[in-house]
């Protein structure tokens, strides 16, 4: 298939290498010059392991090209939204660079193509573009990003699940979806077909969860220092339940990231004493974060770290 990616920042840097080495014939557009020179020779303006070598294979294959031109992504039938939705001073979510994105590309597209969201945005998001779409012709659809620092192309090529929130009997959009990620399909990577404001809210709570497990252990780690306990064994120990899972129990200085940043409220502050008066109000916060997110606001930011 012949894909456009709009933005050409960690998400979508990535997004475009990777769709590339499968195959599809990729343009990434992006408005930042300096950005696009760089990737362009092979290089990635951020670091991520094992990019800079990916992107100089898969340009060398000619499927990759990027550009500051937004015409240059017309032959493309689907076309992948990746810009930034940075935090606004009012704590909400700022989406003009999702609008900005959308309003350039779209004198530049043709009737039955697809613009599939990527960026991180609160819920019905995907509903409005939809409207301002509709007299294109073009579809929308909403495809979240898991992606993990370090892990990125691996993520990409092979994640956890593909998630395709699609318009009420879109099933055209889900043939185009399926034909951009038939390898990791075929390698039985699971596929699962929502609404569209569902696969937006799904982002929220997968990083409203890991946060909710980051805080836990941060919480559990400043008890374990206060009696004198190994918050390494104790985290082996519990994440041998299969209900809890090892994965992201690692204490830590907390949660960060661009996303986690935007969706979540402050940290928890954890106990100091082994017997707290009630329970760290982790899941509390989480589950205030998610319902802020639906409504496009969100509070202070959490303490920070790479994850």
């Known amino acids: 298939m012949i894909i456009s990616v709009i933005g050409c920042g960690y998400l979508g840097a990535v997004h ?24 362009s020779a092979g290089r990635a303006p951020f670091f991520e392991p094992g990019l800079d070598e990916f992107l100089t294979q898969v340009m060398a294959t000619g499927r990759l090209t990027f550009s500051t031109d937004m015409a240059q992504i017309h032959p493309a039938e ?5 810009v930034g939705t940075p935090q606004s001073a009012t704590g909400a979510a700022d989406l003009q660079y999702v609008d900005a994105a959308v309003d350039a590309a779209l004198p530049h597209v043709v009737a039955g193509s697809l613009f599939v ?15 301002a779409i509709s007299p294109s012709g073009a579809r929308v659809a909403w495809n979240p990003e898991f992606l993990r620092e370090g892990h990125a192309i691996q993520d990409t090529l092979r994640p ?29 990577v699971p596929r699962m077909v929502t609404d569209l404001r ?4 799904v982002k929220v709570a997968a990083n409203a969860f890991l946060a909710t497990k980051i805080s836990f252990i941060n919480a559990m780690a400043e008890v374990a220092e206060t009696v004198d306990a190994d918050v390494v064994a104790l985290a082996d120990a519990i994440g041998q339940d299969a209900r809890i899972g090892r994965r992201f129990l690692d204490a830590g ?27 760290p109000p982790s899941s509390e916060r989480s589950i205030g974060s998610i319902r802020a997110a639906v409504s496009g606001s969100s509070t202070s930011s959490p303490r920070s770290s790479a994850t």
């Not at 569902?198 to 809210?201: C, P, R, V």
């Not at 940043?261 to 502050?269: D, E």
């Open 117 to 131: 969201g990527k960026s991180t945005v609160p819920v019905g998001t995907a509903d409005r573009l939809a409207t």
């Open 160 to 188: 956890d699940r593909i998630v395709y929130g699609v318009g009420t009997g879109d099933e055209e959009s889900v043939r185009m979806l399926d034909a951009v990620y038939a390898d990791a399909l075929a390698h039985g």
């Open 253 to 279: 200085v907390g949660f960060g990231g661009g996303a986690c940043r935007r969706t979540f409220g402050r940290s928890s502050r954890a106990p100091r004493s082994s017997a707290p008066a009630r329970p």
């Open 16 to 39: 475009a290498v990777a769709m590339a080495s499968l195959g599809h014939q990729v343009i990434g557009v992006d408005v930042d010059g300096e950005k696009v020179a760089r990737l």
């Open 78 to 82: 689907v076309h992948f939204v990746a």
């Open 198 to 201: 569902t696969a937006e809210l």
